[in-house]
Each structure stands twice: as C-alpha cells, then as structure tokens.
C-alpha cells in the first residue's frame, strides 16, 4: 500500500517487483480531507528544489497517526526510515504503545534506519500510532528555539519473511 506525496492517500494492493506487499508514507505530506496519516509534532512540510522534502520534528516527542487499510501478511514488518538529523542523535520508536526500538542517527544527510517487528503490534482498519522520542532533540541556534531531532524524509513499511532455518548438515560422502 503506498500513499503518494500529495495527499497521504493510500492505493491498496500494490506490490513490488520480489512481490513483497509494502506501505510507504512519503514525506512531505500535507493534510487534506480523506487522509490516512496524520503528523503531530512535526513542521510544515519543507520542500526541496527538484522534489522531495522533508519534516523537521519540533518536540522532544512527535508521532505520525497512520491507517493500514489490508493487513500485513508475514510475521515481521520492517519500517525503514530516512531522515537527517540534527548532529548526533538517539531516537526511540514505538508503536501502538509498545517499544519497537532505537537508533542513532549521525547528522549525515539521507541515512536510513530499519526497526524490525512482530506484525501483530500493527491494527489494519484502524489508527495505529508510531512515536518518535528524541532524548537529544536541541536548538539549532538561538534565533530557532525548537528543540529539533530528526528532518523525515520518508518511511516505509516492508513486509519481511522470517529468517529461513538453516540447512541440515549434509552426511559425509563414504
């Protein structure tokens, strides 16, 4: 399921080329009647010359309100995410309330973090929450006294297969 930048609508059904269902929130978004995401804590998008964007977050805490309208149809789920942050940063992630993990981000622009998790914690049909929590957010001068963490860039949700079980050791020839 992927929503397009425009206005965070969700197409249902798409697949990628491994045929792997994924659902992806691309950044900037902005909020119009129908939307299935829903950003609190984050600034006003910020576009950028040649396109694509991204969302500063402005509190020590933001979450993204998101709907997945089919549910996931493996046991994990992987969010990857790509943002910048300001300096060095450490962020913690939950989802619906449960602790899905953390990373730490270099302030090299476009990284990518994955966060792998049961995805069981994710509630298709119904608003599920994803917090950020930024124990190192800081003002980036004294002119902008928002304490900032990471600029979103995007994120997307990839279904992922358990690891495969390892292979018998094969008998030794006679």
């Not at 576009?47 to 933001?62: I, K, N, P, V, Y």
């Not at 992987?78 to 940063?89: F, V």
């Not at 449960?98 to 622009?109: C, F, K, L, R």
Request: with cysteine; charged share 20%; proline share 11%.
């Amino acid at each position: 399921m992927k929503a397009s930048p425009a206005d965070d609508t969700a197409a249902g059904g798409t697949q990628d080329a491994a045929d792997t269902p994924r659902a992806r929130v691309f950044l900037p978004s902005l909020l119009t009647p129908g939307n299935i995401a829903l950003f609190i804590g984050w600034a006003e998008p910020t576009a950028l010359e040649g396109g694509g964007g991204f969302r500063w977050s402005q509190c020590a805490e933001a979450a993204v309100h998101f709907r997945l309208e089919e549910p996931p149809v493996t046991a994990l789920t992987t969010l990857e995410i790509e943002a910048t942050s300001l300096g060095r940063q450490r962020v913690r992630y939950s989802l619906n309330g449960i602790s899905v993990g953390g990373s730490e981000w270099s302030g090299d622009p476009g990284e990518r973090r994955a966060v792998t998790f049961p995805s069981e914690l994710l509630r298709p049909g119904a608003v599920n929450v994803l917090i950020f929590e930024f124990p190192d957010a800081h003002e980036p001068s004294l002119r902008d006294q928002r304490p900032l963490g990471l600029a979103l860039q995007s994120l997307t949700f990839h279904a992922s297969a358990p690891p495969e079980p390892p292979l018998p050791e094969a008998y030794p020839a006679p």
